[in-house]
């Protein structure tokens, strides 16, 4: 029997994670987030989201198992920020230059990475109810 703690950090966290996911793919599609939306590049940053699903279904939804599918969203995210702000082509395509790939992105991490705790929070309520 789950707990009202455990409800409300799950919802929480699932809050958080859909969140993350519609306002990546909300930013990408109206301006992009590496120049403009149409720019090729932009393509990983759905991708991010795609894994984050794919990751929530392995884990079949369960608090523990979810709370490491954000932990690996946002190393994915790291990831793909990393590689697009090293790229030669980032700073002639962006305005802000590779910094602003860096900041957009550690924000989603960020994101990625409250999702994670609350889901843990979850998973631990769960574990001393039941």
Same mark, same amino acid.
């Given at each position: 029997?789950?707990?009202?703690?455990?409800?409300?950090?799950?919802?929480?966290? =699932? &809050?958080? @994670? /859909?969140? $993350?996911? !519609?306002?990546?793919?909300? %930013?990408?599609? *109206?301006?992009?987030?590496?120049?403009?939306?149409?720019?090729?590049?932009?393509?990983?940053?759905?991708?991010?989201?795609?894994?984050? =699903? &794919?990751? @929530? /279904?392995? $884990?079949? !939804?369960?608090?523990?198992? %979810?709370?490491? *599918?954000?932990?690996?969203?946002?190393?994915?995210?790291?990831?793909?920020?990393?590689?697009?702000?090293?790229?030669?082509?980032?700073?002639?395509?962006?305005?802000?230059? $590779?910094?602003?790939?860096?900041?957009?992105?550690?924000?989603?991490?960020?994101?990625?990475?409250?999702?994670?705790?609350?889901?843990?929070?979850?998973?631990?309520?769960?574990?001393?109810?039941?």
């Amino acid at each position: 029997m789950s707990s009202r703690k455990e409800k409300t950090f799950y919802r929480l966290g =699932a &809050a958080v @994670a /859909f969140g $993350a996911a !519609l306002l990546q793919i909300w %930013m990408n599609l *109206a301006v992009g987030i590496v120049g403009s939306e149409d720019n090729p590049v932009n393509q990983g940053f759905y991708l991010v989201v795609a894994a984050a =699903a &794919a990751c @929530a /279904f392995t $884990a079949r !939804l369960s608090a523990e198992g %979810m709370a490491r *599918a954000m932990v690996a969203t946002a190393g994915l995210q790291a990831l793909l920020a990393l590689a697009i702000a090293t790229a030669p082509s980032t700073a002639r395509i962006e305005p802000m230059g $590779a910094l602003g790939v860096l900041v957009l992105s550690g924000g989603f991490v960020v994101l990625w990475l409250i999702s994670a705790l609350l889901f843990h929070q979850a998973a631990r309520a769960s574990q001393t109810t039941g």
